[in-house]
């Protein structure tokens, strides 16, 4: 009996350090489909700062995610973590079907930070009207560089994708990926292109 607690306490450190060590699983996988990779923003549960709303029509699926944070000048603060898997390597447009509700400024609540893989954080943003949803999506690369449209390159098999919030009061509802080469006739600098919004209505591809 006198060694029943050095064992308690020796047993609990083992299960802690069993636990560690088991293989942690990705509960966010989306897999790129004939050139295409579809993401339901709140397919991610809310992390600090991030919302989900369901305040404003227009959105796809259960809701939409909102940043409800301060104003964030950290991308690694409330970062939202996709693995994606691809099959068709290359460059890939990128929008996200967004909104922000500023009454007098578009410049104001219209951007997050987004990165790729190891690559650097960028800024990302649109200049969408007041109360609109649309596609309008940019990367700032540097003092008045800019990319638009923007593209990310996605190796084959998994890449990594993360969203970390900026200003609050922007809202994110779709995020898609489409190959340059594949998939052409689906993409338009249009943020209303009929093709992206009839792809917008389909289901997302999500693996857990």
């Not at 060694?3 to 350090?17: A, D, E, G």
């Not at 909104?99 to 987004?114: A, K, S």
């Not at 960028?122 to 109360?131: A, E, W």
């Given at each position: 009996?006198?060694?029943?607690?050095?064992?308690?306490?020796?047993?609990?450190?083992?299960?802690?350090?069993?636990?560690a060590?088991q293989?942690?699983?990705?509960?966010?996988?989306?897999?790129?489909?004939?050139?295409?990779?579809?993401?339901?923003?709140?397919?991610?549960?809310?992390?600090?700062?991030?919302?989900?709303?369901?305040?404003?029509?227009g959105?796809?699926?259960?809701?939409?995610?909102?940043?409800?944070?301060?104003?964030?000048?950290?991308?690694?603060?409330?970062?939202?973590?996709?693995?994606?898997?691809?099959?068709?390597?290359?460059?890939?447009?990128?929008?996200?079907?967004n909104?922000?509700?500023?009454?007098?400024?578009?410049?104001?609540?219209?951007?997050?930070?987004?990165?790729?893989?190891?690559g650097d954080w960028?800024?990302?943003?649109?200049?969408?009207?007041?109360?609109?949803?649309g596609?309008?999506?940019?990367?700032?690369?540097?003092?008045?560089?800019?990319?638009?449209?923007?593209?990310?390159?996605?190796?084959?098999?998994?890449?990594?994708?993360?969203?970390?919030?900026?200003?609050?009061?922007?809202?994110?509802?779709?995020?898609?990926f489409?190959?340059?080469?594949?998939?052409?006739?689906?993409?338009?600098?249009?943020?209303?292109?009929?093709?992206?919004?009839?792809?917008?209505?389909?289901?997302?591809?999500?693996?857990?």
């Open positions: 009996m006198k060694h029943l607690p050095f064992t308690m306490v020796s047993l609990s450190f083992l299960m802690l350090f069993l636990v060590c293989p942690k699983t990705e509960q966010h996988t989306f897999a790129e489909k004939e050139g295409i990779i579809r993401i339901e923003a709140e397919s991610h549960p809310p992390v600090s700062g991030w919302e989900l709303k369901t305040d404003n029509p959105y796809s699926g259960k809701g939409y995610l909102e940043w409800t944070g301060e104003m964030n000048f950290d991308p690694d603060f409330g970062v939202l973590h996709f693995a994606l898997l691809v099959e068709n390597e290359g460059d890939y447009h990128f929008r996200i079907y909104r922000h509700d500023h009454p007098h400024d578009y410049t104001e609540n219209n951007d997050i930070f987004t990165k790729t893989n190891d960028l800024k990302t943003f649109s200049h969408l009207s007041y109360k609109e949803w596609w309008d999506t940019r990367f700032e690369m540097g003092h008045l560089d800019f990319m638009d449209p923007p593209k990310v390159y996605l190796k084959k098999g998994r890449n990594d994708f993360y969203i970390g919030g900026r200003s609050p009061g922007f809202k994110m509802d779709q995020i898609h489409f190959h340059s080469q594949m998939i052409a006739d689906h993409y338009d600098t249009n943020q209303d292109n009929p093709h992206v919004l009839a792809i917008n209505l389909k289901d997302s591809q999500h693996e857990d």
